[in-house]
């Protein structure tokens, strides 16, 4: 390679030409419609069998939840061992066959087989993702890593914003079959989106060691790099702040701002657009920021808005919070996936991710599930400046990565080089 093409830096041009890049946006593109028509058909179609039955309903959020606990760490160490392009195909493959087996129970008269689609295609996520953010550290340059995050994140802000309305759509326009049947397209057309990817590269060898010392190798990793500590701890944090402040919604629409409780699809439609706009103002200032300074900007900004949301007696202001803190969550997500593909290698990314995973999750679902005790005990806007103080803590965890940059930067000059 000439010296001139070395000291070229590769630019937009380069990323939007990037093979890679173009296959993992457009499957992502149908990833997320089929997940979003997954999502909202099932709840209302299951809310219709049961009659609204509350337990229900709340497994379905188990049968999504429950395997990013159970199968993220040994996704992501399969995901180090497996090929990823191979591993992500099978897995969209394997969504959509659950999909039609589920088609096929629903036609014979079994409505209960619905919960088994979020459960397959939940747990065969937690193969395939970080089977993709290792794609990301294979192909796409490290200077242009955040960008890609960027595009990718924008897809799931706006999806965080039209799905719902998709879903139910869908459902009561076609009914839960069609439903059904387009979800199982949908994994289907991201499988084909994947084959466009380049070929995976063969290892020497296929690896001899154990699932376990594997593992075990994966804990050791985290445990001795400092940056992967520090963020296993803002992770913590941030999922307790947001499992805090998620099922609130309802609460501050009907009791703080006396709103009637579907006035809270405008409070969500805030956030969505907060978080569509963040991703491409995240793209910008990436060229200009390191990811620990708009993971600290990201945390303590979101903090200042949730504090705000909390004490909210107008609608105007609870609105304008609401998109601030949406506005936010890029910076946070993906300075987090940045910070994990510059600091691991590429054959610990699955496990860093699985670790890391389940402690945001833990978080969330511990606090979502204490929720209805705290609502009892303590006035809304206290438990609004409980949560601002989890993010702020957040913060201040991500603080010491900003000393790590200088010794860090230097690090991925040298791995750059020799790639």
Not at 62 to 87: C, H, M, N, Q, Y
């Amino acid at each position: 390679m000439s010296s001139a093409a070395q000291a070229r830096q590769p630019g937009m041009k380069d990323l939007f030409a990037n093979r890679f890049v173009q296959s993992i946006l457009l499957s992502g593109l149908f990833l997320q419609m089929g997940i979003w028509i997954r999502n909202f058909a099932i709840l209302l179609f299951v809310t219709e069998q049961t009659n609204k039955d509350p337990v229900a309903v709340s497994l379905i959020s188990l049968a999504e939840f429950a395997p990013i606990f159970i199968f993220s760490f040994v996704g992501g160490t399969f995901a180090d061992r497996w090929r990823p392009k191979r591993t992500m195909i099978a897995s969209d493959l394997l969504s959509a066959l659950s999909v039609f087996v589920v088609l096929l129970a629903l036609v014979y008269g079994g409505w209960e087989a619905v919960f088994f689609a979020t459960l397959v295609s939940s747990m065969l996520s937690q193969f395939s993702q970080p089977s993709g953010m290792k794609l990301f550290k294979l192909h796409v340059p490290e200077s242009l890593m955040h960008v890609g995050m960027s595009m990718y994140q924008t897809i799931m802000s706006v999806f965080m914003v039209l799905g719902p309305a998709l879903g139910t759509f869908i459902y009561f326009r076609f009914g839960i079959e069609t439903a059904i049947a387009l979800m199982g397209a949908c994994f289907l057309l991201s499988a084909a989106a994947l084959t466009m990817l380049p070929p995976d590269r063969r290892t020497e060898a296929a690896p001899t060691t154990k699932l376990a010392y594997e593992m075990k190798m994966g804990l050791q990793y985290v445990a001795r790099n400092k940056v992967f500590v520090y963020m296993g701890g803002f992770f913590l944090v941030s999922g307790l702040g947001l499992g805090l402040i998620n099922p609130l919604g309802i609460f501050l629409i009907t009791e703080q701002l006396r709103l009637s409780p579907d006035q809270l699809q405008w409070l969500t439609a805030a956030n969505g657009t907060g978080m569509i706009l963040g991703g491409f103002l995240a793209m910008a200032l990436f060229k200009k920021l390191s990811p620990q300074t708009m993971l600290l900007i990201g945390l303590a900004l979101n903090a200042a808005a949730v504090s705000v949301l909390g004490s909210a007696e107008s609608v105007g202001i609870a609105l304008a919070a609401q998109w601030f803190s949406g506005l936010m969550i890029p910076f946070i997500h993906i300075s987090c996936n940045t910070l994990v593909m510059n600091h691991a290698e590429s054959s610990f990314v699955g496990r860093v991710n699985g670790i890391l995973n389940p402690l945001f999750m833990g978080g969330m679902v511990a606090t979502m599930s204490l929720v209805g005790v705290l609502k009892e005990a303590l006035p809304l806007n206290q438990m609004y400046l409980l949560a601002s103080a989890f993010f702020l803590l957040g913060a201040l965890g991500a603080i010491p990565l900003l000393r790590m940059k200088a010794s860090r930067s230097i690090g991925a000059a040298v791995h750059v080089h020799h790639h």
